[in-house]
């Protein structure tokens, strides 16, 4: 069975940046497309990015271009999500998320990391 | 971008069926997700590709998906089945995941 386990909550200062990890256990990360999305306190999920296996590239979304780097260690099957220039717009929970189904159905899910940005 | 609209909530007594609309243009020609989200935990994949359930999701939920709306059905709603619930495409014009607005299901 597939478990995605992340790394602890965060407290970060405007502009600074944040790196959570997402460790894979029962698989290898090889075998996983990994995502990201967040929720901020009572709003909805918004898409982050993911690794898109068809033409394998991440693909990150419009809104976190040149911002957010998602990279992945398969020597540890750990994957990384670096969010950067941070502002207090980016508080919010951040899950790693996996297609294990089929391609583009998240059935497998972190526990979620929350990221506080505080002056 | 493309849009996904649900209803901000929708109440439901014990025991009845309760209906969540997923609204996009033409989503009738995509496949649709749907994920529940308890407070404080993950979401979790309750039907994918329309109609599709995952193992271990009750027989209670369903989905339907034709013209610009996508449903997702709770029969016999239980009081376990209070949540938030999203609907979710992948928008292959943009190649971008897209989430709906969500809606929070309240059993009265």
């Known amino acids: 069975q597939v478990h995605l386990v992340q790394s602890g909550a965060e407290v970060k200062k405007p502009g600074a940046s944040v790196k959570v990890s997402c460790k894979v256990s029962g698989y290898t990360l090889t075998e996983l497309s990994m995502h990201w999305v967040r929720q901020a306190a009572g709003k909805g999920l918004e898409w982050m990015g993911g690794?898109?296996?068809?033409?394998?590239?991440?693909i990150y979304a419009q809104k976190f271009q040149g911002r957010v780097t998602m990279t992945e260690d398969t020597s540890t099957d750990t994957a990384y999500m670096e969010l950067s220039s941070l502002r207090s717009e980016d508080t919010a929970v951040y899950y790693c998320?996996?297609?294990?189904?089929?391609?583009?159905?998240?059935?497998?899910w972190g526990q979620g990391t929350m990221v506080t940005v505080s002056s | 971008s493309y849009v996904l609209t649900q209803p901000p909530s929708v109440s439901v007594a014990p025991g009845q069926t309760a209906r969540i609309p997923c609204g996009g243009n033409?989503?009738?020609?995509?496949?649709v997700h749907w994920y529940q989200q308890k407070p404080g935990q993950a979401p979790v994949l309750v039907v994918y590709?329309?109609?599709d359930r995952p193992s271990g999701i009750p027989e209670r939920f369903s989905g339907s998906n034709s013209g610009n709306t996508a449903t997702l059905t709770i029969s016999r709603v239980e009081a376990g089945d209070e949540a938030d619930y999203y609907c979710?495409?992948?928008?292959?014009?943009?190649?971008?995941?897209?989430f709906g607005t969500g809606t929070k299901v309240t059993v009265l």
């Open positions: 590709d329309d109609s």
């Open positions: 979710q495409v992948w928008d292959t014009s943009s190649d971008h995941c897209v």
């Open positions: 998320a996996s297609p294990q189904l089929r391609i583009h159905v998240f059935d497998i």
């Open positions: 033409n989503i009738g020609s995509k496949s």
């Open positions: 690794f898109h296996p068809e033409d394998g590239e991440t």
